[in-house]
């Protein structure tokens, strides 16, 4: 027999690599390996089912989960829990100042990053089979607030130079949406928090590993609320905090204040301020005293959907090469250590920058050459009035308040970075007017409206089976 009630669990592990793993990956960085741990990374695992129908969603303080890495996890912990690969999420909070995901112009301390991720897979299965062991009923509330430290990062000089850094007038998405998970005795088992913004708060000077804002916000909330915080990035490929790429290690920790503080006022009010009130008598005091009994509304939380499937859209035509990408790169790459042995800082900077623009055109010739679509791996989950959509790309904030508008769910987190990456992913607005997301970009000028029409088919066809 089903239960009627949203049953939950949570589990968590650190996933600390070594403290000298290959760091960063910026283009301008001067370094190669971390020099330290500012903060500890985690892998938070929540459960989900309503009696018939069991998920999980992993939230990992990561860079980035290529498709690969992201399928390691999946199928370990499907294995470790019996649960099908589909029922599993994977993301990542995109944490500029993690180790390194995958090879490229950065060598040193890499022999480390393949010994970590098996060590990631292990805690991600520990995180999981802790969620599912520790499941209850549990009650559904959501909020919504704001937070303003993100901004469209799209700019233009008054020469039409493109970079990224603040564009005011660049659409934003300032929304930040909350779900939390209570038992049934009126503890918080988990917060939910979605909101849109690149954790590149810290940059290129900076030479230790830290979760960025997503993970002192998430330890804000959970002093401030209790339970488990967890934090699922949504459409941020064009949004970037207003103090971006610093070395000062306080700037995150501040950012995540600012979102945490925020995401805890809209999780206490959601117990604390009635969402109505009836009268029920009056008490003789010194003056007259009206009792009233408070209702704290709820959401339904059964039944659980999960569905899994790939979204065709696509491609640009032109993509690069693989024989001439390889080439360039291996060519920076001897420019690179020939001007580290001379200690050349001019060199230095003009062949990591140059490498790292090599590196993702020969991965993007790897993954999209001689292709006209692809697949956008999109993941939906949905528990009662709550769906939350996921997509192995960086989307464009435009992209999730579409979603988000559009969508049949009175609740709905619009997430990139789940299950893979792929690629960044512009609106066909500002696909023409070219810039860093849309030159390392696979994608064609009109994916974004076909994935954003597709999703949105699908949350209606869930919505009607539920």
């Not at 805890?264 to 009994?293: C, Q, W």
């Not at 023409?432 to 699908?458: M, R, W």
Request: hydrophobic share 40%; net charge neutral.
């Amino acid at each position: 027999m089903p239960e009627t009630i949203l049953q939950a669990g949570v589990g968590r592990r650190c996933t600390n690599p070594p403290p000298n793993i290959a760091h960063g990956g910026w283009g301008a960085q001067k370094h190669e390996q971390a020099e330290g741990i500012d903060m500890d990374l985690w892998v938070t695992a929540l459960a989900l089912s309503d009696g018939t129908t069991k998920t999980i969603i992993l939230d990992l303080d990561i860079q980035i989960l290529t498709n690969e890495r992201a399928d390691g996890i999946r199928q370990a912990v499907s294995k470790a829990t019996g649960l099908p690969v589909e029922n599993i999420r994977a993301s990542a909070t995109h944490t500029h100042t993690g180790p390194v995901p995958y090879k490229s112009w950065i060598e040193k301390g890499y022999e480390m990053v393949a010994p970590w991720f098996e060590n990631v897979y292990r805690w991600s299965v520990e995180a999981a089979t802790e969620a599912l062991a520790n499941m209850q009923p549990v009650t559904v509330r959501a909020g919504r607030g704001a937070c303003h430290f993100n901004t469209n990062r799209r700019a233009t000089t008054a020469t039409g130079e493109k970079f990224l850094g603040v564009n005011p007038d660049g659409p934003c998405d300032h929304e930040v949406i909350v779900v939390k998970l209570d038992s049934l005795d009126g503890q918080t088992l988990a917060t939910l928090v979605n909101f849109a913004c690149h954790p590149t708060t810290m940059g290129p000077p900076t030479r230790v590993i830290t979760p960025d804002y997503p993970g002192a916000m998430k330890r804000v909330v959970e002093q401030a609320v209790g339970g488990k915080c967890m934090f699922l990035l949504g459409s941020a490929g064009n949004q970037g905090p207003l103090q971006s790429f610093q070395g000062d290690t306080k700037v995150y920790r501040n950012y995540g204040a600012i979102l945490g503080h925020e995401a805890a006022r809209i999780a206490l009010s959601l117990n604390h301020l009635p969402s109505k009130v009836t009268f029920r008598e009056i008490i003789p005091s010194g003056a007259p005293l009206g009792m009233y009994d408070g209702e704290f509304a709820t959401l339904p939380g059964v039944p659980v959907k999960v569905v899994a499937k790939d979204i065709l859209v696509p491609l640009r035509e032109g993509l690069p090469e693989k024989k001439p990408a390889g080439e360039k790169l291996a060519f920076w790459k001897d420019k690179l250590n020939a001007a580290r042995e001379k200690k050349d800082d001019a060199a230095i900077t003009e062949a990591t920058y140059m490498a790292r623009r090599a590196d993702i055109q020969l991965r993007m010739a790897d993954d999209f050459g001689g292709k006209t679509d692809a697949g956008v791996r999109t993941h939906f989950l949905t528990f009662g009035d709550i769906a939350f959509v996921g997509c192995n790309i960086e989307p464009f904030a435009e992209i999730g308040l579409a979603v988000k508008a559009q969508s049949p769910f009175p609740v709905t987190f619009m997430c990139g970075y789940t299950n893979g990456r792929m690629a960044y992913m512009a609106t066909s607005e500002e696909w023409p007017k070219g810039g860093y997301e849309v030159e390392n970009s696979p994608f064609g000028q009109y994916a974004a409206d076909t994935l954003t029409k597709e999703i949105v088919t699908t949350l209606q066809t869930l919505r009607k089976r539920s």
